[in-house]
């Protein structure tokens, strides 16, 4: 086995959630989650190349706030799930929501590590996750 260089890739912002996507079984993906305060947060879908030792990305945005947990569908590799924090009225509340990614995305075409033009797509809200009877969620 050759020693490949190591594989670095870097956020805008500050991340404290990742998760793989076990429903694809053709690629190496993970998703990061991003957390700012002041910017529209992003999900970032990134896919290794073993064989080349390569990274390819896209960008999805998560307008409604700062991710705190994602969670992928082990069936449906369209599907995940945020637990995030939105600012309202000066008070910040915890939500939950499950989501379906643009369906290009689903396929596995991703922009080139060397594609510097930014093509962020949007989410596809499924439903917003209930918690008013249990208080605070947490996953």
């Known amino acids: ?3 490949d260089a190591p594989v670095i ?3 805008e912002f500050q991340a404290r959630a990742l998760t793989p996507q076990t429903a ?3 690629a190496i ?3 990061v989650g991003t957390q700012s305060l002041r910017y529209d947060n992003q999900i970032h879908i990134i896919d290794f190349d073993d064989e080349n030792n390569i990274i390819n990305k896209n960008v999805l945005l998560h307008q409604v706030g700062e991710i705190w947990h994602i969670s992928t569908s082990p069936a449906d590799k369209g599907v ?3 637990c995030y924090n939105k600012t309202s009225d000066s008070k910040v509340m915890t939500c939950a929501a499950v ?6 995305l689903e396929s596995g075409s991703h922009e080139s590590p060397d594609d510097s033009s930014s093509n962020t797509q949007t989410l596809e809200l499924l439903c917003h996750l209930d918690n008013t009877a249990h208080g ?3 996953w």
């Open 99 to 104: 989501w379906r990614m643009p369906k290009e």
């Open 24 to 26: 694809e079984t053709d």
């Open 80 to 82: 995940l799930a945020t």
């Open 29 to 31: 993906r993970f998703l």
């Open 136 to 138: 605070n969620m947490a």
């Open 9 to 11: 890739y870097g956020l």
């Open 1 to 3: 086995m050759e020693d």
